[in-house]
């Protein structure tokens, strides 16, 4: 079974500060790696994706990929109230068939304080 | 900015009903996918879509759940006889080359 594993929170930090959000995963083969943002009620929203190790920035987001350790996390600097959310680790595996499919984590629920 | 689309966006419908979600993916991606999401819960991975045909499914999509794209646009989740347990948040997403979206999400309700 291929499973994302993320620490489901809350994760409380102050308006300001920086968030840092984990997902580990089972499955060395995973290729692409994705976090969405969710609100309550609402659908996952794509935030950035990842497929090289190292980092990647967008703004005030970073990727981080580390392949050998099955890691991948985002940081968020400079959290303000509106980024008070649940944070979804996906990863894009080739399913039993050979085809791809997204499979999620429980979640990160960041709550950020003004 | 190309996106997906779900009809309707919310549903009511009593135990034992069918019911039909539909979704209008984006034209250009490959794979299809229906996700759900039981309030409180993870988002599950149903079933995906690729070349016309299923290229896979988990262990919930059963004999009451089939898909189709009848038209080559839309792409249509059907629950044949629902029950309680299906109420939830069913979300449609479309895989491009790079990047996967989904739509706003279906409330499925079963009364």
């Known amino acids: 079974q291929k499973e994302v594993e993320q620490n489901s929170g809350p994760l409380s930090v102050p308006e300001g500060a920086i968030a840092s959000l984990n997902c580990t995963y089972s499955?060395?083969?995973?290729?692409?790696f994705f976090w969405y943002r969710q609100y309550s009620g609402k659908s996952p929203e794509l935030i950035m994706f990842i497929y090289s190790n190292g980092d990647k920035e967008d703004g005030r987001f970073t990727a981080q990929l580390n392949k050998a350790s099955q890691y991948v996390s985002l940081l968020i600097r400079d959290s303000q109230p509106s980024d008070s959310a649940t944070y979804l680790c996906?990863?894009?595996?080739?399913?039993?068939?050979?085809?791809?499919?997204?499979?999620f984590g429980t979640g990160t629920r960041l709550l950020v304080s003004p | 900015e190309p996106e997906v689309t779900q009809t309707p966006s919310h549903q009511v419908t009593q135990m034992g009903q069918e019911v039909i979600l539909r979704c209008v993916p984006i034209s250009n991606h490959l794979y299809f996918y229906w996700y759900r999401q039981i309030l409180g819960q993870k988002v599950e991975f149903l079933v995906s879509f690729y070349n016309n045909e299923i290229s896979e499914k988990s262990e919930i999509f059963d004999d009451q759940f089939s898909v189709e794209r009848p038209d080559g646009s839309n792409f249509t989740l059907k629950i044949r006889s629902t029950k309680l347990e299906d109420s939830a948040m069913y979300f449609c997403?479309?895989?491009?080359?790079?990047?996967?979206?989904f739509g706003q999400g279906t409330r499925l309700t079963v009364v």
């Open positions: 499955d060395r083969g995973s290729q692409s």
């Open positions: 996906a990863v894009n595996n080739e399913g039993d068939t050979g085809f791809q499919k997204l499979v």
């Open positions: 997403a479309s895989l491009g080359s790079t990047e996967a979206f």
